[in-house]
């Protein structure tokens, strides 16, 4: 059998700093298939993005990975040197950034960054590569894509410098792309225009896709299959339909309850209370607890990721009852 797109498993990657050990991931597995859309959510501190950076290899020091394996179509990349890394990224395996800055480089034309992107994967003439990055500007919506080649990236708006990065990340149509929250800067109607491009190239060519977004909204409509993060863990996975209707973790449950539009007009807005717990100090057992409204005497014990339903996992050891039942 094929093997899956991406395989994470039980992924650990540490900050070995001189105030102590930031376990930023710690035990995170998850899969995405061929054509698949795996929506991973957090509020800010939770693990996400540097989850998507060591798939990568772009953890920098003091950070690294400390176990766990990250399977590209079977093939183990937390083993692979620079270089073949080098091979991979950009190319079969692509990252959006939340900042476009980390994609462009400020002295260079548009053309001259997107052909070069182009020619250092595929032996292709210049004016193929040049004729890809038209297309794929104006795939994200870039009007005059060929005026807007010959263009410098501060002579854009930041919308418009995310679509380009974006459009960068498309030009090789790859087998897996990791988006790090890349619409937070574009209104809405280019964002649905985005996430329509990112569904047909999923569609079109099977590629995998990581949602990375604190905005449930936008994964409701994209994902497939979604994993909540806490504190660095995966405390709930499954079909994302499920999973929003019917969701089994507490802290899923705030999550989905702050969004403003289930609030009832006049009513105050619902919230999570409390902060998100230091990385460097975490309390014993589950991590959620001090902000929980069920926590009780055994969550002092780490819960373990259990499977209450086919398919729904959470790492919670009294998950909401009538979710557990339907």
Known sequence: MTPPTLQVRNLRTHFFTRAGVVKAVDDVSFTVDRGKVLGLVGESGSGKSVTGFSILGLVDPPGRIAGGQILFKGQDLAGLSEEAMRQLRGNRIAMIFQDPMMTLNPVLRIDTQMIETVLAHEK?????????????????????????????????????????????????????????????????TIQGQILAEAQKLCADFGTALIWITHDLSVVAGLADDIAVMYAGKVVEQGPVTQVLDQPLHPYTVGLIGSVPSRNKRG??????????????????????????????????????????????????IHPYEEAVAA
């Open 267 to 316: 009513e105050p807005l619902r919230q999570i209370p409390g902060m998100t717990p230091s990385l460097l100090n975490l309390p014993a057992g589950c991590a959620f607890r001090a902000r929980c409204p069920r926590a009780e005497a055994r969550c002092a014990e780490p819960p373990p990721m259990a499977e209450y339903r086919p398919g729904r996992h959470a790492r919670c």
């Open 124 to 188: 292709v003439s210049r004016e193929e590569a040049r004729q890809r990055a038209r297309d794929a500007l104006g795939q994200v919506g870039i009007p005059s894509p060929e005026e807007r080649l010959r263009a410098y990236p501060h002579q854009f708006s930041g919308g418009m410098r995310q679509r380009v990065a974006i459009a960068i990340a498309l030009l090789h149509k790859p087998d897996l792309i990791v988006a790090d929250e890349p619409t937070t800067a574009l209104d809405v």
